[in-house]
């Protein structure tokens, strides 16, 4: 179907298929010239132009091998005033290493168009249960129809003015329409026809976008980080870096689903250091941000940058390292860029910093008091670090964090910290139906804490237990609760752990 050839080459594959018709019956438009531009705006090293002419039936095509993820290409075309008539298609392969996009037109013919032609349109999926499924509607511009045939492009037709039809599988069809029409005067008959492409799929593709602003005015300079909800994971799917005056981020080309999303500040923005990374819409942390059910085209998704507050400051010092570790192999890779917050007594963040190439951070000329030290990873559950400056100890250098596949864990000790996790085996079985369990061997005596919440932060069950030295197993009833998952949170002694597992 393709018949233009790419430069290029990759491992992924854009197929661009369009088809120019006039305005005034459908009729296809052959031999339109048609230019293929790279837009550079929106990818800055992707280039290519390439110029392509329509045949007979009004369709041009181009295909792309290439190795970027994702970019845009501007198609134009020109009607017989050299008016510009363009559009933009956005391509992404995050999810299928193949795109097909689709770009048509319409344009004004010179003279008026008095024959008779056959057009149709169509509606996919259109009562919602059934993406294979297709409504297509006979709107040939006359009433005098008196025979049609329809050709789905998979062996099966129909006669009627409005079928509705399944297909098989997904798939590129062309699909036509044959029709005779009665002359007016009766007694001569008119033969037309028409042509078009159609892509049947499961998956349906939108764009995502909105506003970030600082206080009253959209933010000058921003990164805005998307996530997917991947069954039970949360995972990253793109970034949006923007500058200039409006604030504005888009993400094009995503496949419909739950997503988050979070804005950040650089340090080159006006607003670095007055204003806390936000989540969409406006929260701190990723358990309290809203979904986003992703099903339509949506720019409205505005996020306001939630100001960071005037504290007091003092000549404390907590200084750290984070690190990934998702496989549990001890041998951790720096985390750098991580948000780590410093939140007060109430749980609220009063300062954020980010951790350098190294994973090493530091909280500067803090107030001599309590607090907690939080590292805000998007989609792992995180426990808080309780540490206390005073004037005998205003300084902390051995705070160690790890991202582990699905929690951050750490401590004030360093190694010692995290060796007491190792004291705690996996929730058995996982997934669980009815009772989780989780064995427990410490060398002393401890007074735990065991928590229970869902993926949504939200608190759902809560005991407390004496866990004495040597080997304990310990129970957790799930019986009542729905599918999904969950995070088990256990603590004590100033340490605390988190183990995820899955309801079914």
Known sequence: MANGAFSQGGKYEVVLIGQITNNQNGGPINDQEVNIYADSLYTMDFSYHKTVYTDEKGFFYDTLKTDLKKGAFIVTTQDYLDIDYDTTVYFRFNWNPTNTLFANFKLPLPDPVLGHQANFEFIENPFNTNALEFQF??????????????????????????????????????????????????????????????????????????????????????????????????????????????????????????????????????????????????????????????????????IDLIPIPQVTNGQGLINGNISFDPFGEKDPSPACYAELLLLNDNDEPISVIHSDENGDFSFLDVELTSFKVFAEVTGKYTNAINVTLDQNNPVIENIEIIIASHTVNGGLNGISDLEWNSSFSEVYPNPVSEMASIKIDLHETTDISIEIYNNTGQLIKQSYKTAYSGETTVFIKMDSQPSGFYFLHISGENQQLTKKFIKK
């Open 137 to 302: 509607t006979d709107i040939t511009n006359s009433t005098n129809v008196v025979f049609r045939e329809w050709d789905f492009g998979d062996e099966n037709g129909s006669n009627e003015i409005s079928p509705l039809h399944t297909y098989s599988e997904p798939g590129v069809y062309r699909v036509s329409l044959y029709v005779v029409i009665l002359g007016s005067e009766g007694n001569t008959l008119f033969e037309s026809y028409i042509e078009k492409i159609i892509n049947v799929k499961y998956d349906y593709y939108f764009h995502l976008g909105g506003t970030v602003y600082a206080g009253y005015f959209p933010i000058d300079t921003g990164i805005v980080y998307l996530y997917k909800v991947n069954g039970q994971d949360i995972v990253p799917i793109d970034t949006a870096i923007f500058n200039e005056q409006y604030g504005h981020y888009y993400f094009y080309q995503l496949l419909e689903g739950e997503y988050f999303v979070k804005a950040d500040i650089p340090a080159s923005s006006n607003a670095y250091g007055t204003f806390f990374p936000t989540y969409y819409s406006d929260e701190f942390f990723w358990t309290e941000a809203d979904t986003i059910f992703h099903n339509i085209t949506n720019f409205d998704y505005d």
